[in-house]
C-alpha cells in the first residue's frame, strides 16, 4: 500500500478499507495458525477448532463487507461474469497442482535423496522461474497474434465504473 501512493497517482488511488484488510489478514492468520500448530495442538484441540472457527467468523466478514463497502479490496460483483469466475477457477485448479508438485519435489528430494533443505531449494528453484518466464512470453506471444487486451477493451466490459 505504501508503493501504491508512491507509484500511482493520486488521482487514481481508491480509498482501501483498513476494517476489510485487517479482516482479510485476520482470517489468513488464524487460517494458518490452525494449520500449523494442529500437529502439536492436536486437530481437535479447542485451540485448533477455535483458530478455524475465528478463520471462518473473519472470512464470513470480510466477504460481507466486501459485498457493502464502496471500494471493496475485493469486487465480488466480477464473479457474476461467468468467463471471470470461470478463469479463476481454472487458475485455482492449475495452481493446485503446481503447488502439489513443488511440495511433493521438496519432499522427494529431502527425504529420498537426503538434499538439505537450502539445497532442495536451490534444486526447485527453476520451476518456478520458467513458469515466470514463460507465462510473460506467452502474454507477447497472445498481444501479437490476437492483438493487444487492452485495445480489445475485454477488461473494460467486466470492470464497475468508479
Known amino acids: 500500500m505504501v508503493l501504491t501512493g508512491v507509484i500511482t497517482p493520486r488521482s487514481a488511488v481508491r480509498a482501501l478499507d483498513p476494517k476489510v484488510l485487517g479482516l482479510l489478514a485476520g482470517s489468513i492468520g488464524l487460517l494458518s495458525l490452525g494449520i500449523v500448530e494442529a500437529s502439536d495442538w492436536g486437530w481437535g484441540s479447542a485451540r485448533t477448532l477455535a483458530a478455524f472457527a475465528g478463520a471462518a467468523v473473519l472470512a464470513a466478514a470480510f466477504v460481507r463487507r466486501s459485498f457493502t463497502h464502496h471500494h471493496p479490496v475485493l469486487e465480488l460483483h466480477l464473479f457474476r461474469v461467468r468467463s471471470f469466475a470461470v478463469a479463476c477457477f481454472g487458475i485455482g485448479v492449475f495452481s493446485l497442482?503446481?503447488?502439489?508438485?513443488?511440495?511433493?519435489?521438496?519432499?522427494?528430494?529431502?527425504?529420498?535423496?537426503?538434499?538439505?533443505?537450502l539445497t532442495a531449494g536451490f534444486a526447485v528453484t527453476p520451476g518456478p522461474l520458467m513458469a515466470a518466464f514463460s507465462s510473460a512470453s506467452a502474454r507477447l506471444v497472445v498481444s501479437i497474434i490476437h492483438g493487444s487486451p487492452s485495445r480489445r477493451g475485454s477488461m473494460r466490459r467486466c470492470s464497475r465504473p468508479s
Open 97 to 117: 497442482g503446481f503447488y502439489a508438485v513443488l511440495l511433493s519435489n521438496v519432499l522427494f528430494l529431502t527425504g529420498v535423496w537426503h538434499y538439505s533443505i
